[in-house]
């Protein structure tokens, strides 16, 4: 599976903006799409998932209520919605494709489930 993120940006506190992420190639391999960042000298970590069929989606708790994940199942393509954003969320932001397991619900938030991983999108939030 390939993956292009793209949407980052410059925007001040408060502000918002919508990231994609367009997947391509043997995307019938891949069961669950995720959004992860990594912040100035931080390890990358995970923010949000969604399954493409069913279940509920993931959110870290430092964006729960701020960003929303959603998906374009036929069009392949997975958004983050970011809204009320704050200087904290200053990152690389990451999409990322997993292959169908059963261990979705325990593993989501883990680097080691995703299997594809996009280039990354640049956000910077300035207060």
């Known amino acids: 599976v390939q993956l292009q993120a793209s949407g980052g940006g410059l925007v001040q506190a408060g502000g918002s903006l919508r990231l994609s992420c367009a997947a391509s190639?043997?995307?019938?391999?891949?069961?669950?799409m995720a959004w992860f960042r990594q912040r100035p000298g931080k390890e990358r970590e995970f923010v949000s998932s969604?399954?493409?069929?069913?279940?509920?989606?993931k959110y870290s708790d430092s964006v729960k209520g701020r960003f929303t994940i959603s998906k374009d199942g036929a069009q392949k393509m997975v958004y983050l919605q970011m809204n009320g954003l704050e200087p904290e969320d200053t990152a690389v932001y990451y999409c990322?494709?997993?292959?169908?397991?059963?261990?979705?619900?325990?593993?989501?938030?883990?680097?080691?489930?995703?299997?594809?991983w996009g280039q990354g999108t640049l956000v910077t939030v300035s207060s």
């Open positions: 969604v399954l493409w069929v069913g279940g509920d989606p």
């Open positions: 990322a494709a997993a292959p169908p397991k059963t261990t979705y619900y325990r593993d989501y938030a883990s680097l080691s489930f995703y299997k594809s």
């Open positions: 190639g043997r995307t019938f391999s891949s069961s669950s």
